[in-house]
């Protein structure tokens, strides 16, 4: 902060976050990191990297404490320094340059904006400074990304397409050349960058893209021929990260397959062009268009990981890049709370404000609960990333259907609490339920998501069950009935959690349970019970983030901070219940016909091809 006396906003900026960013690095040392190397080391060379996975383990009924206790206090003094003072920084430009609103009408971003943006050091901030970026961890990272959440989700689309998904690739796959050649210009803005992925004809199933590449008889080069839509930075990228079908014959038996390959394109090569801008419903000042290839010239250095290994390359990138979006979720419900919070202390309705009124308590009280819920998820995600946890996909995923989904709720109930005004334009919250609707949709539907969740899990108990076999997977369930908790936690908690610690084990002993005979009795064809899989990830989703608000507020009671017990408790205890009827619901075989009814409707409304029933006045 006491760099700030510069008369010019971009140099200001510039001391303020990249400054103090290499300030923070230059000041590392091996005493500040040798422990956390160890621990990375210890939890790499373990035997079975699931077992540290605390979402994988409440499928099988069990309370992993390791990734729960203590809650995730990764950054040093000099790192919390670092963050504090580029916060203040970020706060400055957003507040003094930014102007979300016209960006949203004029759905671009000044030029001159982004060069100060690129002062800032906005396009790489996980960057290794090596490269020219900042180096920050993914704590770091994930805090700053609350400034876009809080300030202009459009311009988050934007920096955030470049280098959580655009570049990403690069950073997790890349060769040493790769890096050198294409790190340094990205980290710094002077180039763009896209991910390429999503093809008229594959959205969620990511494996069935027509976009192919052939290697030429010279063996020199692929030929990349097809078409992505709806990218993100499509219009403005020289890099892209582009995934397309590639022949690959198998060694030993010489049959050949076309199998997804990652590739570096860049725009020069040639035969990359993209459409019109999209107009789109929010996010406008994102650029989002079609891109096409013809005949692109890719050299063979430029393969992104393995030769028909680019379906892993894709999903790790954007399981790696979904751990940002709760901590970005987190600044919009900040600021959302804090204008439902002021209008309903100032506005007078029958004589008394409306904070008087126990139905507005009831909203500020939940929209609180769940910015708590998704900050404690997000952040103990990111935390445990940067500890080294090996497995971390499916508390991504979670992370992910949670922010989205509780973000916009709290948005509609802030437009709700502020009546008509929250309905106009000027007010500006339209704007954020505009952008906010897409989150539930790209970086993985939720719904599919809530899919590859149930999926992962049931895969694990499948997997126990199979090598416990018949007799051992007998025995395992009358036990899980006799004994319906899990065992008590080996970490002390504070006595006005006990409660809620309760209801967790309780929790996911039975979830466990359930979820094991369920595996039981569907066996394979678990696979095409979606309504199914869908209560069991919604269980799984509530687990997660009831341990999350337990460790958080336990952490916090440490520190002789015992507000947030109350939120953990309300929290658990709603969540408790909603699990319990999500259980039931499984167990239930009068559910099973309910659902099977309303799936009856659903195919009549398909095979109609319209709203299945007649107008009460028609003739």
């Not at 790769?178 to 990205?186: F, I």
């Not at 004809?201 to 192919?212: E, P, Q, V, Y």
């Not at 020289?238 to 010489?254: H, L, S």
């Not at 610690?501 to 929790?507: H, Q, S, T």
């Amino acid at each position: 902060q006491h760099y700030f006396i510069q008369s010019n906003l971009s140099i200001r900026m510039s001391f303020s976050i990249r400054g103090v960013s290499r300030f923070y690095n230059l000041s590392k040392t091996y005493r500040l990191h040798y422990p956390q190397t160890v621990i990375t080391c210890k939890r790499l060379l373990s035997d079975n990297t699931q077992k540290t996975s605390f979402a994988r383990g409440i499928f099988l009924g069990e309370l992993r404490e390791e990734e729960l206790f203590p809650y995730p206090d990764v950054l040093n003094d000099d790192q919390k320094e670092t963050i504090s003072m580029m916060m203040e920084a970020g706060h400055s430009f957003f507040q003094e340059t930014n102007d979300a609103a016209a960006n949203d009408t004029n759905e671009s971003i000044p030029e001159d904006q982004l060069d100060q943006m690129k002062s800032l050091g906005m396009y790489g901030l996980m960057v290794p400074e090596e490269y020219g970026g900042l180096a920050l961890t993914n704590t770091m990272y994930a805090k700053f990304g609350e400034l876009t959440g809080e300030y202009d989700l459009g311009l988050g689309i934007h920096t955030g397409a470049h280098q959580s998904i655009g570049y990403k690739g690069v950073l997790l796959y890349g060769t040493p050349e790769q890096k050198d050649h294409y790190l340094p210009a990205l980290a710094t803005g002077d180039t763009y960058a896209c991910f390429c992925l999503t093809e008229p004809s594959s959205g969620s199933d990511a494996s069935s893209i027509k976009t192919r590449a052939v290697l030429n008889e010279e063996g020199t080069h692929y030929i990349m021929n097809g078409s992505k839509i709806w990218i993100s930075n499509g219009g403005i990228a020289e890099i892209f990260t582009v995934f397309a079908q590639t022949p690959v014959t198998n060694p030993k038996t010489g049959e050949t397959k076309d199998k997804i390959t990652a590739f570096i394109v860049e725009r020069a090569f040639g035969g990359v062009n993209h459409g019109p801008p999209e107009k789109k419903m929010g996010i406008k000042c994102s650029n989002t268009s079609e891109v096409y290839f013809e005949n692109v010239p890719i050299p063979v250095e430029n393969v992104l990981g393995e030769i028909g290994g680019g379906f892993k390359v894709a999903m790790n990138i954007l399981n790696n890049g979904r751990f940002g979006m709760g901590a970005c979720l987190t600044g919009t419900m900040r600021m959302l709370i804090t204008r439902a919070v002021d209008h309903a202390n100032n506005r007078k309705q029958f004589v008394s404000n409306l904070r008087e009124y126990q139905g507005i308590q009831q909203k500020i009280a939940r929209m609180n609960m769940l910015c708590y819920a998704n900050e404690s998820m997000a952040y103990m995600l990111c935390g445990n990333m940067d500890r080294g946890a090996p497995e971390y996909q499916l508390e991504a995923a979670i992370s992910k259907i949670f922010a989205s989904q509780a973000a916009w709720d709290v948005c509609d109930e802030t437009i709700q609490i502020l009546g008509g005004a929250g309905f106009m334009k000027d007010v500006g919250i339209e704007r954020w339920m505009r952008d906010l609707r897409i989150f539930r949709i790209f970086e993985g539907t939720n719904d599919i998501l809530k899919l590859f969740i149930a999926l992962n899990g049931v895969q694990d108990v499948g997997k126990k069950l199979k090598a416990a076999g018949t007799a051992g997977a007998a025995i395992g369930m009358l036990k899980s009935r006799l004994f319906p908790t899990t065992g008590p936690l080996k970490n002390k908690v504070h006595p006005d959690l006990n409660p809620s610690v309760d209801m967790l084990r309780g929790d996911v002993a039975k979830f466990g349970r359930i979820v094991t005979e369920t595996v039981v009795k569907h066996k394979k064809a678990i696979i095409g019970e979606q309504v199914l899989l869908n209560r069991v990830a919604d269980v799984a989703i509530l687990l997660q983030s009831m341990a999350a608000v337990i460790s958080r507020s336990n952490t916090q009671a440490d520190k002789g901070n015992t507000d947030e017990i109350a939120l953990a408790n309300a929290w658990c205890a709603e969540s408790h219940h909603k699990i319990t009827g999500y259980l039931h619901e499984l167990e239930n075989p009068a559910i099973t016909k309910v659902d099977k009814a309303v799936l009856e409707i659903g195919k009549k409304s398909l095979d109609a091809n319209a709203y299945i029933a007649t107008s009460p006045i028609s003739g």
